[in-house]
């Protein structure tokens, strides 16, 4: 029974490095699910911005017209002031669309960042796991050789 002992202490450093091994392994593989609804809600929250943004231009677009239809109506000539207006207007217009999509990027960019961040949380936890059992069970092993070298005189 004695020599058990040290046999047990080595064979539990064995299965504590495996398990190790294990938890690492399903620790990956846990991160990679966490990315895939990131990915997802990435790709939905770039589309809606897209789509407010084709709304806007649209929107855009008719006020314009509608400008241009009421200057032609008053009897207001196309050149001059009016043109003027209208070309501000526009240039308002496509400045807060480029915003919106500049403000959709960054926020994608956010979702992102913090959908892979904790993903790594989970990778660095495995990472941890496995260094965890690799110390803990070369410690074993190491005290149940030594344990076997010191009963017998082996080594």
Do not use: C, H
Not at 40 to 64: C, N, P
Not at 111 to 116: A, K
């Amino acid at each position: 029974m004695a020599a058990a002992v040290p046999a047990i202490s080595v064979i539990s450093g064995v299965y504590g490095i495996y398990s190790g091994m294990q938890q690492s392994k399903e620790a990956g593989k846990a991160a990679s699910e966490q990315e895939k609804p990131t990915r997802q809600q990435a790709a939905l929250t770039e589309d809606q911005y897209r789509e407010q943004a084709s709304r806007d231009r649209k929107t855009a677009d008719i006020a314009l017209a509608e400008n241009r239809a009421r200057a032609a109506a008053s009897g207001t000539e196309a050149n001059g002031s009016m043109d003027i207006f209208n070309s501000a207007e526009k240039d308002r217009f496509n400045q807060e669309i480029e915003w919106l999509l500049k403000a959709g990027k960054s926020n994608v960019a956010l979702g992102i960042d913090s959908g892979y961040a904790a993903a790594d949380v989970t990778r660095s936890q495995g990472k941890a796991a496995l260094g965890n059992a690799l110390a803990g069970g070369f410690k074993q092993i190491g005290g149940g050789v030594d344990d076997l070298n010191t009963r017998y005189n082996w080594w």
